[in-house]
């Protein structure tokens, strides 16, 4: 029975720990596509900016293509904070049920230590008292 509350806890705890690397990992993988749209957004302004005579004619293009990019970025940026909210969140729920998991584990600790010194009380008192009782009788 000893350890059971602070085993169920270890398990939440590693459920926890799991559900914050998937938020880490989502996270991650939008910070990844918004360092590739960067870099998409300098290749359009550079060719946009370049003196080329082809280039000028597609100038028009390219300014609403970087509109579009510049929203998708936006959106991007958005979805990427709710991701750091997520991950944050998820990480204070694990912190939360490892120290409730600490907590239990000592209280289980402090129970068993509890027990191991109620059993030396008892043994000694079953090994004393027909001691005891020799003396009084001689």
Same mark, same amino acid.
């Given at each position: 029975?000893?350890? &059971? +509350?602070?085993?169920?806890?270890? %398990?939440?705890?590693?459920?926890? +720990?799991? *559900? @914050?690397?998937?938020?880490? &990992?989502? *996270?991650? @993988?939008?910070?990844?596509? %918004? ?5 998409? #957004? ?5 060719? !946009?900016?370049? /003196?080329?005579?082809? =280039? ?22 958005? #979805?990427?904070?709710? =991701? @750091? ?10 912190? +939360? *049920?490892? @120290?409730?998991?600490?907590?239990? +584990?000592?209280?289980?600790? %402090?129970?068993?230590?509890?027990? /191991? #010194?109620?059993? *030396? #009380?008892?043994? =000694?008192? !079953? ?12």
């Amino acid at each position: 029975m000893a350890g &059971n +509350r602070s085993d169920k806890l270890k %398990r939440l705890v590693a459920v926890q +720990r799991h *559900l @914050e690397q998937m938020a880490e &990992n989502e *996270l991650s @993988e939008t910070a990844r596509q %918004r360092r590739e749209l960067a870099t998409t #957004i300098d290749v359009v302004a550079d060719a !946009m900016g370049s /003196a080329k005579p082809l =280039h000028a004619m597609f100038s028009g293009h390219y300014a609403s293509q970087l509109g579009r990019l510049a929203q998708k970025d936006q959106m991007l940026e958005g #979805i990427q904070q709710v =991701h @750091e909210a997520r991950v944050l969140k998820e990480r204070a729920k694990g912190d +939360r *049920l490892a @120290e409730h998991m600490k907590d239990a +584990r000592a209280l289980e600790e %402090r129970a068993e230590a509890d027990d /191991a #010194i109620y059993d *030396l #009380i008892d043994q =000694h008192v !079953m090994n004393g008292a027909p001691a005891s009782g020799k003396l009084h009788h001689s």
